[in-house]
T-cell receptor, first 108, second 113 residues
Framework: TQLLEQSPQFLSIQEGENLTVYCNSS?????LQWYRQEPGEGPVLLVT?????EVKKLKRLTFQFGDARKDSSLHITAAQPGDTGLYLC????????FGKGTSLLVTP | NAGVTQTPKFRVLKTGQSMTLLCAQD?????MYWYRQDPGMGLRLIHY???????AKGEVPDGYNVSRLKKQNFLLGLESAAPSQTSVYFC????????????FGQGTRLTVV
């Protein structure tokens, strides 16, 4: 099992603030995915990063894949209450293994 | 399209009872997965399948069995339920390995008393 460490585990911020969450591993991944899960729902894919050093933007969300393809980060600009949820990274091999997630709460 | 459907949505079992959770997908996906989610633990992979008739163990397979007799269905069995198996179970499917998106069901909340 390729371990994925996510940090921080919990994050509580106010609307308008910026934040970054991290996903780290000692293993190299061919690709890495980020999902968001809302209470009572299954996770939903946000992005897949494939190339080392790749940066992808999804509106206010910026995803980066490390040069060595062992780590990734998710940066949210001007967070909104609708960003509240559990953010999970996953190494996209045969077995889709997830990190423990970062639980984000954005208050108005 | 229904996507990924899990049955049942809620269940309470007594210790020692058995049950089967059903996952059905209508997207002709090759890969299917069963996860459990506990507070602070993220999603932990129980078993997975990369095609009809194949299964493989994930991170936490003990106490569970699976079968993939038909491509669209992935069954998760608990032969003798234990309180430690109280959890929310999620099924997921995806087209194939190459960076494809995983689609999840709505989850099954299982309580073992």
């Amino acid at each position: 099992t390729q371990l994925l460490e996510q940090s921080p585990q919990f994050l509580s911020i106010q609307e308008g603030e910026n934040l970054t969450v991290y996903c780290n591993s000692s293993s190299v991944f061919s690709s890495l995915q980020w999902y968001r899960q809302e209470p009572g729902e299954g996770p939903v894919l946000l992005v897949t990063v494939v190339t080392g050093g790749e940066v992808k933007k999804l509106k206010r969300l910026t995803f980066q894949f490390g040069d060595a393809r062992k780590d990734s980060s998710l940066h949210i600009t001007a967070a909104q209450p609708g960003d509240t949820g559990l953010y999970l990274c996953a190494g996209a091999g045969y077995a889709l293994n997830f990190g423990k997630g970062t639980s984000l709460l954005v208050t108005p | 399209n229904a996507g990924v459907t899990q049955t049942p949505k809620f269940r309470v079992l007594k210790t020692g009872q058995s049950m089967t959770l059903l996952c059905a997908q209508d997207m002709n996906h090759e890969y299917m997965y069963w996860y459990r989610q506990d507070p602070g633990m993220g999603l932990r992979l129980i078993h997975y399948s990369v095609g009809e008739g194949t299964t493989a163990k994930g991170e936490v397979p003990d106490g569970y069995n699976v079968s993939r007799l038909k491509k669209q269905n992935f069954l998760l069995g608990l032969e003798s339920a234990a309180p430690s198996q109280t959890s929310v179970y999620f099924c997921a499917s995806r087209l194939g390995q190459s960076n494809t998106e995983a689609f999840f069901g709505q989850g099954t909340r299982l309580t073992v008393v």
